[in-house]
Structure formats: C-alpha cells, structure tokens
C-alpha cells in the first residue's frame, strides 16, 4: 500500500519537473522570439561574430544597406566578409574583434557613411553594429559648404578693398598727399575691422552650431603668442600702441590651435582698441604653480563697474566701448570664453573705469 | 627677369598682383582659368606659382595636385577658405604656403615671393 502511494508521489513528482521544464522551455523559447524580433526590426545593421570569428547571426537591415542574401553571410570569417564587398575600409575592424572594450567608429562604406560599434560579450561573441549616419554627414557637408561659401564671398570684395588701399597708400598708382593718405589710413582701419567683425561672426556661426569639434594637438602657446602678435602689429602701428612683451617658455598644451589663436587675437586686439592713443599694452605668458598664464595688460578705457558681469555676454558691448569703438560685434569676448570653457580652462579679468584692464586666460599642464 | 604664374579667377586681384610684381621686378604671367594655368605652366616654366583655390568650375585641389606633378617651383595658396581642414589639405597636398587673401597685402606676399625665389 505505501509503495503504490509512494510511486504515486513521485509520478507527481516527476510530472511536476517535467511540467516546470516545459515551462521553463517556452518562457525562454518565448525570450528568444522577442530578442530576434527586437534584432530584426532594429534600423542599425547587426551581425553577431562566434568565439572563432565566424558570423552565426544576421539581422535584414545589415542585409538591406550591403545587399547581400542571408545564406551568403551566415557562417562567413570575418575576413571573408572584408573580400565580398571589397570593404577594405573595415580592415581595422579585424584587429578589433578580440578586444575587450567597445569600440566605435565612423566609416565609409559603400557609398554610405556608418558608425560602427563592435561590443564584445561575455560569452566572447561579439556584436557588430551598423548606424547609418549617411544624412548627418550631409548636413555637415552642407554647413560646411556654407561656411566656406560665405567666407569666400564676403571676405573677398574685403581683400580686394584691402589690397587696393594698401598699393594707394604704398603710392604704387602714383604720388598722393597727405590729406589723401590720412583720409584712406581711416578707410584701411574701417576695412580691417570689418574683416575682423567677419571673422568673429564665422567663429560665432561655427561654435552656435551645438555640434562643436574640436580638433586637439600640442600647443606651443608662446608660438601662438608670437604669431598673433605679429597678425596685429600693424593695428597697434596704426594706433600708436606700444606692445610690451613678457614671454616665457611653456610647456606643451592639449588645445585646439585655430580656436586658442583665435581667443588670443581677441584679447591682444582688444587691449589695443580699448586703449587711449599712444597706450602700452603688456602681453605676458607664464609658468604659474601647476598653470599656464596668458595676460593681456592695458591702461585704456576700462569696463564700468555695473557692466562688468555682463561683459562675456554675446552681443554685449560695454557703453563706453561702442562710444570709443562704433563698430564691434560683441561677440569676441562671448567666443573667447566658449573656446576657453570647451578647452578646460579659464578666463577672468580685472578692470577699473578710465584706468584700463587685465584679460587672463589659465590652462592647467 | 624672374617668371611667376598666377592662377586667379578674380581679374581684379590678379590685376592688383600683376601691377605689384612688375613694380618689384619680377616677370608676371596671369592666368584666370585653373586649366589654362596649367598650360602655361608647363610652356613657360615659371619660378614660383600664386594659385588661388575657388575656381567657378573646377577643383582647385585637383589644380594643385596636378601641378605638383608637373613643378619643382614653390605653389603659394592665395585663398578666402580659412577652415583649417582645407589649409591642413593644401599643405599636405605640396602647396608651400597657404596666405588668406584677407589677412594679407600686396606687399607682404611679395616679401613671401622674394622668401622662396632668394635661392632659386
């Protein structure tokens, strides 16, 4: 009697596990049916590489960008997959496979432009991932194109002004007077400031984007330094200014050149402008504890003291620079600050009304 | 008399560069078209080549790479493009120099002419 009971418990038992299992096997049966439905309706491309490098898993849109058939894929090496399309491009994608990290970038391929991602696994598959950015790098292109276009078409009636004032003036149509000379001095100045007020605004343009590159390299700041104030020697000439110079040697920086150039100029350029005729400016780059120390020294106009905290607004113009400076654009300052924030630094000053100002800007080695 | 080419399609500014060099002695030889230039550079092998980078229907990058091909002389880049990649591109491609007509006078590329033809 106890075994007829017992033998009816275990066949409970039993049916028990086998039911669980049957369970277990549809709940994961259903599992995998959602991921492979979740792979196949995504829009990047994905293949999946096994342990040995051979790919056991496509999804339609990688198929659909390349146009291949699915049987042609599966089972394929890497390297194989390299040689059907010729996508030699993906070459260094091949020394990627084994790695440990993520790793993505931006390739072309096929005509079109792609951000690849290759995901390694756990269980030492990995995943190779296709986004189509084709549109994004057309717009780029496009905005890029622009720029260039509007550089070229403004900046050049600006050159042949320029040019022709400076051969007048060198006298090479011919003798002029004095009264000429001072007359066409003004009109040189008022055309470089409009160059310059071009130029800010095509910096102004290119950083508003939202999507700003920086492209970093070693910095030699003194280098910089030298060159942008020889860009502005001939400003400083014009206006009487004398430019003292206090220039150490600096270690190497992680910066973006264009764009540090750039802030540089506008600090020089302002110490100038906003000087009284005759002025001294002081530029200076030093070693200072663990950080790098560009200043910008002058005895000029100063910034009253209610208007300083706007002074890194875009667009703002102190009261008693448009009065000194008609033109300006408000805009370098607001720029220079950008650049120096993106760059990891800082940038402050100190000024006092009628006694002039002090512009810093500070990298860290 | 020293030859020097300039491929520019602005009549004006080469005008203004041709009036200049003839003022310091050099032998100026204007081209407004990329493809004419590059006719002349090879019939009058010039010293030194002022070559601008906008041409309205041709590739001045392809102009660039072209000459190179074809001249040892020193290829100056007169240009309105100040992007950093199209500097960094015309460098790579050989160009010796690359002024931004803006930035620049008549008179101080002369005194960058005079820099690479003082041995020549």
């Known amino acids: ?365 | 008399m020293k030859k020097v080419l300039i491929v520019e399609d602005d009549k004006y500014l080469a005008f203004l560069l041709k009036k200049k060099l003839e003022k310091e002695g050099f032998l100026p030889l204007v081209s407004n078209s990329a493809k004419k230039g590059i006719e002349i550079l090879k019939k009058e092998k010039p010293k030194l080549v002022l070559l601008d980078l906008i041409f309205p229907k041709e590739d001045g990058f392809k102009i660039l790479k072209k000459m190179k091909k074809i001249t040892k002389a020193p290829i100056l880049i007169i240009s309105n493009l100040d992007q950093l990649k199209d500097i960094k591109r015309a460098i790579r491609l050989g160009a010796k120099e690359y002024l931004i007509k803006a930035n620049f006078t008549p008179e101080k590329i002369i005194a960058k002419v005079k820099k690479y033809l003082k041995n020549a």
């Open chain 1, 1 to 365: 009697m106890k075994e007829k009971a017992d033998r009816e418990r275990i066949r409970i038992a039993l049916l028990n596990i086998l039911e669980d299992e049957e369970e277990a096997r549809k709940k994961a049966e259903r599992e995998k049916e959602k991921t492979l439905s979740i792979i196949n309706s995504l829009p990047d491309g994905l293949f999946l590489l096994s342990q040995n490098f051979k790919i056991i898993l496509v999804n339609p849109q990688f198929l659909k960008f390349f146009n291949f058939k699915k049987k042609e894929i599966i089972g394929l090496s890497l390297k194989d997959l390299l040689l059907k399309r010729e996508f030699k491009n993906l070459k260094e994608l091949l020394s990627k496979k084994n790695k440990k990290k993520i790793f993505k970038k931006e390739i072309e391929l096929w005509g079109k432009f792609f951000q690849i991602t290759t995901i390694p696994l756990k269980s030492k598959e990995t995943i190779f991932l296709f986004h189509d950015i084709s549109r994004e790098k057309l717009i780029e292109k496009a905005k890029s194109d622009f720029l260039a276009m509007v550089a070229h078409r403004f900046k050049t009636p600006l050159a042949e002004f320029k040019w022709t004032l400076d051969m007048i003036l060198k006298e090479d149509f011919g003798k002029i007077s004095q009264e000429t000379r001072r007359v066409l001095e003004k009109m040189y100045g008022e055309n470089e400031k409009m160059i310059s007020l071009i130029n800010e605004l095509l910096q102004f343009v290119k950083l508003e984007e939202g999507k700003i590159s920086l492209s970093l390299s070693k910095v030699d700041l003194k280098a910089v330094v030298e060159k942008e104030l020889k860009n502005l020697k001939t400003l400083a000439q014009r206006r009487g200014i004398i430019i003292k110079t206090n220039l150490e040697k600096v270690p190497l920086l992680l910066l973006d050149k264009e764009k540090i150039a750039f802030s540089i100029f506008n600090l020089i350029e302002n110490g100038i402008i906003y000087s009284y005729p005759q002025g001294k400016v002081v530029v200076s780059l030093k070693k200072k504890n663990k950080e790098i120390v560009f200043s910008v020294k002058d005895e000029g106009i100063g910034i009253p003291q209610k208007e300083q905290k706007k002074i890194f607004e875009k667009f703002f113009r102190a009261s008693n620079a448009q009065e000194k400076e008609s033109i300006g654009s408000g805009l370098g300052l607001y720029l220079s600050k950008k650049i120096v924030d993106l760059l990891k630094g800082k940038i402050w000053f100190i000024s006092k009304e009628g006694k002039g100002s002090i512009f810093y800007l500070s990298f860290s080695k």
